[in-house]
């Protein structure tokens, strides 16, 4: 999800979850070694929260993995699963998945300089290496090579020319049967399925196949869905909290934020799709969209489109 789970976006979804395992957005490890900002940062809140790595040097990922350790994150992921042609130029992402053994270096490499777990999250196949024996190599080459005991399937293959990330996530059909069957193959495996998946009820249904659900743009484009998964999914007897006591949580970070200088709108626009469906919702994201990129817009600015939802009826303007 690069671009997209930033730190503040996971902030706001932790606030809804406290059982899920947030990822960040994929950061190479050119990034992180050479880069001049802080690609490592995220805060407390965010636990369990996951390094998402794009690179394909074993040492350079051993050493990120192992400043991310001492940073605290819980989990290091690497990504074996995007298809854009700038993380093909950079030898990372689902073209790896046509170099196992180069992949089984690269977690074993990790995995001998840290104790938190190093997880996989690949395709189903790639462009017209997508049979199901190439997959089943795939993985008994990086689980017993690499040490990797856990895989995040995307049941989709990806065309690595052609389509675009966007295309990628759509035009190739899921094939969740083909996952099933993998973690059947390899039930001494942690495997959890991603591609598709917008309800909570689709989740339940997976799980009755997979150790686990990775959810990625329908949590981010309706992030209301998160208000359940603790209750639905975990079990957990928490308090029922709505959409505007989520919104009203985020203040005080938003406040603290904005005192290091960080602009509203860089925050807001992860919080948008919450009201999905709900009268006032258009208004609510109109509001945010034209005010919060102001030069001083704060929490007063949130707190007004948020009256457009609660109180739809009323009408506001910001000068």
């Keep these: 999800m690069l671009d997209w789970t930033d730190r503040h976006c996971r902030h706001f979804h932790r606030l809804m979850t406290s059982q899920t395992l947030l990822y960040t957005e994929m950061v190479t490890t050119g990034a992180i070694i050479h880069g001049k900002g802080d690609y490592l940062g995220f805060g407390d809140a965010e636990h369990p929260v996951a390094l998402q790595l794009g690179g394909s040097n074993p040492a350079d990922l051993a050493h990120c993995a192992k400043l991310a350790e001492e940073r605290g994150y819980d989990e290091i992921n690497l990504n074996v699963g995007c298809p854009s042609d700038r993380v093909q130029n950079g030898m990372f992402g689902a073209c790896l998945m046509a170099q196992a053994s180069l992949v089984a270096d690269c977690v074993k490499a990790m995995r001998d300089v840290v104790s938190i777990p190093v997880t996989v999250k690949t395709r189903i196949g790639i462009d017209e290496q997508d049979s199901y024996e190439f997959l089943c190599d795939f993985v008994s080459q990086v689980s017993e090579n690499g040490s990797c005991d856990t895989f995040i399937i995307h049941a989709r293959k990806a065309w690595l020319s052609g389509l675009s990330p966007k295309e990628n996530r759509e035009i190739p059909p899921l094939d969740y049967p083909r996952v099933y069957q993998l973690k059947k193959d390899f ?109 001083g817009a704060g929490v007063d600015v949130v707190e007004q489109a948020l009256q457009l939802v609660t109180q739809p009826q009323k009408v506001l303007s910001q000068a």
């Design 187 to 295: 039930p001494h495996l942690t495997m959890a399925i991603n591609g598709g998946i917008k309800t909570l009820e689709e989740a339940k249904t997976h799980l009755q196949h997979m150790d686990g659900v990775m959810v990625g743009r329908e949590a981010y484009q309706n992030p209301g869905m998160l208000l359940d998964v603790d209750r639905e999914l975990f079990g957990i007897d928490a308090p029922q909290r709505t959409a505007p006591d989520i919104i009203r949580a985020m203040y005080p970070y938003i406040e603290a934020e904005l005192s290091k200088g960080t602009y509203l709108g860089h925050m807001t626009r992860h919080i948008l799709g919450i009201f999905q469906s709900v009268p006032g919702a258009r208004q609510w994201r109109r509001h945010l969209s034209e005010n919060a990129h102001k030069p």
